[in-house]
């Protein structure tokens, strides 16, 4: 069994430029949530998109924006980046009907300079 | 808005040593999930409680949920450094979709 991967491990942007952000969800799962992740706090609800359309959303900006592709894989995206957005953005994949037990992957590391 | 208050935030003892984590908000969760991070990785998940007043052991680790499913604690019993490491409390609220509202994290050290 394939747990949640994500790409890159590590990306380092200016202010203003916009990035994108990679995961795929273990295998057998349907549902991916995104979470935004600041130094000494717990992760904070960006989305979830289930069957490719989002399924709800957290206290976010429009910028920030994402897709989920038909074997269930995600992207995140960020336009217009802040100095703010400098966090570790995690992923986890779940499968919809069950408890929602999320499982993560051990997330991108977002530094904005 | 739900919002999960974890304390203490800091935990440092000594090797052997028991200790317990708390978890509380005013709202109710249909389910309460504990997650173990280490720094620079993403959360690892060691728990999911589901009915108010069950009680669930892993090993040394003893997880419960509120008998009104509003809080929940996790007790070690004689730590040992390899417990070292970010302890998360997540609560799913009754909503259509799986968002979890975590706590802030108890930092827990246990020094040899």
């Known amino acids: 069994e394939t747990g949640v991967t994500q790409s890159p491990t590590h990306l380092i942007k200016t202010r203003g430029q916009q990035v994108t952000l990679r995961c795929s969800s273990q295998?057998?799962?349907?549902?991916v949530s995104w979470y935004q992740q600041a130094l000494g706090q717990g992760p904070q609800f960006i989305f979830q998109?289930?069957?490719?359309?989002?399924?709800g959303r957290g206290n976010f900006p429009p910028r920030f924006s994402g897709l989920q592709f038909p074997n269930y894989s995600s992207e995140l995206n960020v336009n217009a980046l802040e100095l703010d957005d400098s966090a570790l953005y995690l992923c986890?994949?779940?499968?919809?009907?069950?408890?929602?037990?999320?499982?993560f992957g051990p997330g991108t590391r977002l530094t904005v300079t | 808005t739900q919002l999960l208050e974890q304390s203490p935030q800091f935990l440092s003892i000594q090797e052997g040593e028991n200790l317990t984590v708390y978890c509380n908000s005013s709202?109710?969760?249909?389910?309460l999930q504990w997650y173990r991070q280490e720094p620079g990785e993403g959360p690892v998940l060691l728990v999911t409680v589901v009915t108010g007043g069950e009680v669930k052991k892993l090993k040394r680790l003893t997880f419960q949920f509120g008998d009104a499913r509003k809080d929940s604690s996790l007790h070690i019993t004689a730590a040992q450094p390899g417990d070292t490491g970010l302890y998360l409390c997540a609560g799913r609220g009754s909503t259509s979709y799986g968002k979890l509202t975590f706590g802030q994290g108890t930092i827990l050290t246990v020094h040899p």
């Open positions: 295998s057998g799962h349907n549902t």
């Open positions: 998109y289930y069957r490719e359309e989002e399924n």
């Open positions: 986890a994949s779940s499968f919809a009907g069950s408890s929602y037990e999320q499982y």
């Open positions: 709202s109710v969760f249909s389910s």
